[in-house]
C-alpha cells in the first residue's frame, strides 16, 4: 500500500511517503448451515520513522487479529433444478403435431363420407353416428429430479397448463401416468416412484386446482415403458386426454 504522512515542524517530524507491504489470510469455517466463526490477520511493515520516532531500526511491524462470529438469520444458497431439455419439448410437440394430422385426417374422412351420405335418396332409416374415442398427448409434461418424486416449482405451469384445457373442455378426460428412467434404480423402486410421481401430479389437479378425482386416471409404468430414448427424459408424468 501507499502511505502518506503529514509532518509536524514544531515535533520535527516531517513530511514522509512510503511504501507499505501488507499482507492479509481470511479464513472462514462454517460450523453448520447458520453459523460461522471468521479469523482475518493483517501484517504491515512500515519504516521506521513512519511515526516520527526512530528506533534505531529500519523497519517496523505492526500485526492485527480479529475474530469473528457470523450467524444467517436469513438461510440463503441455491437449489439445483433440473430445466426441462429442449429436446424432450421439441420431441412431445412432434408427437401432438402427429396426433393433430391424425385427427384433421379422420375429420375430411368424415366430411368426405357425410357428403357421400348427403347425395344418396333419403330413406326413412335412423343413421346413429358413433363418436369415436381418440386420446391426444397434451402439450404439458412434468419433469422430476432423479430419484425424487417431489414437484419443482418450475414445472407447476405445465399442471397448470393442463388443468386450464380440463377446465376448458368439460367434456374431456385425462390419464396421468407416471414414468422412471431404466438407468437408475431397482424395478420395484422405480414403480413405486413412478406411482408417487403421478400421485404428486393427481394431487395438484384435485387439491389446486379443483378438478374432479372422477376426471383423472392415474397410472404408473414405473421404467418397463421408456417414452424418450434418453434416460432423463424419462423421468417424467405425461398426460394423455381423452373425449368422452
Same mark, same amino acid.
Given at each position: 500500500?501507499?502511505?502518506?504522512? $503529514?509532518?509536524? =515542524?514544531?515535533?520535527?517530524?516531517?513530511?514522509?511517503?512510503?511504501? %507499505? #507491504?501488507r499482507?492479509?489470510?481470511?479464513?472462514? $469455517?462454517?460450523?453448520?448451515?447458520?453459523?460461522?466463526?471468521? &479469523?482475518? !490477520?493483517?501484517g504491515?511493515?512500515?519504516?521506521?520513522?513512519?511515526?516520527?520516532?526512530?528506533?534505531?531500526?529500519?523497519?517496523?511491524?505492526?500485526?492485527?487479529?480479529? &475474530?469473528?462470529?457470523?450467524?444467517?438469520?436469513?438461510?440463503?444458497?441455491f437449489?439445483?433444478?433440473?430445466?426441462?431439455?429442449?429436446? &424432450?419439448?421439441?420431441?412431445?410437440?412432434?408427437?401432438?403435431?402427429?396426433?393433430?394430422?391424425?385427427?384433421?385426417?379422420?375429420?375430411?374422412?368424415?366430411?368426405?363420407?357425410?357428403? /357421400?351420405?348427403?347425395?344418396?335418396?333419403?330413406? #326413412?332409416?335412423? %343413421?346413429?353416428?358413433?363418436? /369415436?374415442?381418440?386420446?391426444? %398427448?397434451?402439450?404439458?409434461?412434468?419433469?422430476?429430479?432423479?430419484?425424487?418424486?417431489?414437484?419443482?416449482?418450475?414445472? /407447476? %405451469?405445465?399442471?397448470?397448463n393442463?388443468?386450464?384445457?380440463?377446465?376448458?373442455?368439460?367434456?374431456?378426460?385425462?390419464?396421468?401416468?407416471?414414468?422412471?428412467?431404466? !438407468?437408475?434404480?431397482? !424395478? !420395484?423402486?422405480?414403480?413405486?416412484?413412478?406411482e408417487?410421481? =403421478?400421485?404428486?401430479?393427481?394431487?395438484?389437479?384435485t387439491?389446486?386446482?379443483?378438478?374432479? #378425482?372422477?376426471?383423472?386416471?392415474?397410472?404408473?409404468?414405473?421404467?418397463?415403458?421408456? #417414452?424418450?430414448?434418453?434416460? =432423463?427424459?424419462?423421468?417424467?408424468?405425461?398426460?394423455?386426454?381423452?373425449?368422452?
Open positions: 500500500g501507499y502511505q502518506h504522512v $503529514f509532518g509536524k =515542524a514544531e515535533d520535527g517530524v516531517g513530511t514522509q511517503n512510503s511504501i %507499505i #507491504p499482507v492479509g489470510l481470511q479464513f472462514d $469455517f462454517r460450523l453448520n448451515d447458520d453459523l460461522s466463526v471468521n &479469523l482475518e !490477520a493483517i504491515n511493515l512500515m519504516p521506521d520513522r513512519f511515526n516520527g520516532n526512530e528506533g534505531g531500526k529500519k523497519y517496523d511491524a505492526a500485526a492485527n487479529v480479529m &475474530l469473528g462470529l457470523t450467524y444467517r438469520f436469513n438461510k440463503g444458497g437449489e439445483l433444478v433440473d430445466v426441462a431439455d429442449p429436446r &424432450l419439448i421439441a420431441s412431445l410437440n412432434d408427437q401432438i403435431n402427429q396426433q393433430r394430422s391424425q385427427l384433421s385426417d379422420k375429420d375430411r374422412e368424415l366430411d368426405r363420407l357425410r357428403a /357421400e351420405l348427403a347425395k344418396k335418396p333419403t330413406q #326413412p332409416q335412423v %343413421i346413429k353416428e358413433v363418436k /369415436e374415442e381418440t386420446e391426444v %398427448i397434451l402439450n404439458a409434461v412434468v419433469v422430476f429430479k432423479i430419484g425424487s418424486a417431489k414437484l419443482q416449482d418450475n414445472q /407447476e %405451469i405445465n399442471i397448470y393442463a388443468a386450464k384445457s380440463l377446465q376448458d373442455n368439460p367434456n374431456v378426460n385425462i390419464t396421468v401416468t407416471g414414468y422412471a428412467d431404466k !438407468a437408475t434404480g431397482t !424395478a !420395484a423402486i422405480n414403480q413405486r416412484l413412478s408417487q410421481r =403421478a400421485q404428486a401430479v393427481f394431487d395438484v389437479l387439491k389446486k386446482y379443483g378438478i374432479a #378425482p372422477s376426471r383423472i386416471t392415474t397410472e404408473a409404468s414405473g421404467d418397463r415403458e421408456q #417414452p424418450f430414448q434418453i434416460d =432423463a427424459w424419462n423421468r417424467v408424468v405425461i398426460f394423455r386426454a381423452k373425449e368422452i
